[in-house]
């Protein structure tokens, strides 16, 4: 090979390691970004606030990176810093991998509203690394445009190549890595890609910058891999990332009877779901509500409930209500799998599963189908799909019902105070459809002004008998019907307008 065909061999190596660097940096800002939402859940919860927190706070790491990246470029333009930038990258997100809960921890339980949690999680564990990642683009365009009339040419392939990344890391994160690896592995993976991808730009050898990153993730796949081997044995804890969410299973002690129970949480101050460990009776007081229908609408044959979560109710519907038939609309199927693995729930012929969003199943299911439908479908922060709580979701709701046919859902609310805003917008949505919509405190004891579990029940009919019945059970529930008037300042929710998440990080604020 002579020295023209060796310049231009070297050449196309150098311009395949910088597109590869370019590439793959794209790719690794949108899985950092995605894997953040599940990295910050537990925590402090998934919502807008969140995307926007970390959405925001990236896109200006990522453009004091590009300054940063352009003005190194024109100064000293070197292979060997374009490899430390990246190398850099990658210790940071080993750091972010090692100390991230730690300081969500902290962070949970600092006073502050969740806005100014989600930014100030988003700028310490997120933003470092993105101004690294950010550093690459530009820099590289230096290293590659060899003469002004191809510079235009080498940016736009550049950037596309950027672009492109990002676009697979997008489809790669929410599709492959989350649902596959799971949250830890898919940080140790982009991390141990970036360190593979420095030596294209400089030869590995042992020096302290190579050794402190793999120093730092070697610590943090230990750390965690540990600690979550050690939660299995102690409580059966295990971490899971489904396609729509980070939940968490575990045994643990019921505060109220001091029994073992089985635990399922995806939210970071309160239990979805659980399950007493030597029966099937149900844990939480809210979900024995759901057994007003047995008073309200009597001889009901069939019902559905939207969220399932655990399936505490659904076994106990099946239980109690022989003649009757059950529908479930639960939009993730990996809950399901856990409730049938850890939650004794089986097959019967009389329960059928839906793995839908209950918005859009509601949308879809024939008019008149159903004697009741039970809400419990919550996001975090006590909050319900913003979609479900809608004057156009109460249509719907309506619709499928008989005529005479009842709503039973649990709210995550305070009566009184700024805390209420939710449950004021959702009475008036309700009332705006049904004829007859009741209030019930779960928890009489607390005050009006505390955030706390309430059940809505609304009827096409007049449908609430007296403290009479012949039940134990429903004559408890009946006689916690709230029965004061109830401020109604809020406006109706709408497919347009439902700021459920503002109304309940208000809600959180205040609670306190």
């Known amino acids: 090979m002579n020295s023209n065909e060796q310049e231009e061999a070297t050449s196309r190596s150098k311009s395949a390691a910088l597109d590869l660097a370019v590439f793959l940096c794209g790719a690794v800002v949108m899985v950092y970004e995605i894997t953040g939402s599940r990295v910050l859940a537990p925590f402090i919860g998934t919502s807008t606030y969140i995307w926007t927190s970390l959405i925001g706070v990236i896109l200006a790491a ?13 100064r000293i333009p070197s292979k060997s810093i374009l490899a430390s930038a990246i190398l850099l990258a990658s210790g940071l997100i080993a750091l972010t991998t090692l100390t991230k809960d730690v300081f969500l921890t902290a962070v949970a339980a600092f006073p502050a509203s969740l806005e100014i949690k989600a930014v100030v999680a988003a700028l310490v564990l997120f933003a470092p690394a993105s101004v690294a990642l950010g550093f690459v ?10 003469s002004l009339g191809e510079a235009g040419r080498t940016v736009g392939r550049l950037y596309a190549l950027s672009t492109i990344g990002s676009i697979v890391g997008t489809f790669a994160a929410g599709f492959v890595l989350l649902p596959w690896l799971g949250t830890n592995w898919t940080l140790y993976l982009i991390t141990a890609a970036l360190f593979a991808v420095t030596f294209l730009f400089i030869p590995f050898k042992p020096d302290r910058k190579n050794a ?7 610590f943090a796949i230990a750390a965690n891999e540990l600690t979550s081997y050690a939660m299995y044995r102690s409580i059966g804890f295990e971490d899971i990332d489904t396609e729509y969410s980070r939940v968490r299973v575990f045994r643990t002690t019921d505060p109220t009877t001091g029994r073992p129970i089985e635990a399922m949480t995806f939210d970071p101050h309160s239990t979805q779901s659980a399950m007493f460990a030597d029966s099937d009776e149900l844990v939480f007081e809210y979900t024995k509500f759901y057994h007003l229908i047995g008073v309200i609408k009597p001889g009901f044959r069939r019902s559905l409930m939207i969220g399932g979560a655990g399936y505490s109710f659904p076994k106990a519907y099946l239980s109690s209500y022989p003649e009757a038939t059950l529908d479930v609309a639960e939009i993730d ?15 019967d012929a009389r329960l059928r599963i839906f793995h839908e969003d209950g918005r859009v199943f509601l949308n879809r299911t024939e008019s008149v189908s159903y004697d009741a439908v039970l809400m419990d479908a919550f996001g975090s922060l006590f909050s319900v799909p913003y979609q479900l709580t809608t004057v156009e979701a109460v249509e719907q709701i309506n619709r499928i019902l008989v005529d005479d046919g009842v709503v039973i859902f649990n709210v995550g609310s305070a009566i009184s105070g700024d805390a209420s805003q939710f449950l004021q917008a959702e009475l008036a949505t309700y009332r705006k459809i049904f004829p007859n919509v009741y209030l019930f405190r779960v928890r009489p004891e607390r005050s009006d002004s505390e955030l706390q579990n309430l059940i809505v029940v609304a009827c096409k009919a007049e449908c609430l008998p007296t403290v009479s019945a012949d039940n134990d059970l429903h004559n408890s529930l009946l006689s916690r019907r709230y029965t004061q008037d109830i401020p109604q300042t809020m406006p109706v929710l709408t497919d347009d307008h439902a700021p459920v998440e503002r109304y309940m990080s208000i809600a959180q604020s205040r609670s306190r």
């Open 62 to 74: 990522l453009s004091l990176g590009y300054w940063f990246g352009g003005r190194m470029a024109d």
């Open 212 to 218: 402190g990153v793999l120093i730092v993730l070697a």
């Open 333 to 347: 199927p990996a809950l399901t799998a856990i409730a049938k693995w850890r939650f004794r729930l089986e097959d």
């Open 137 to 146: 683009a530009p820099y590289a365009v230096k290293l590659r445009v060899e």
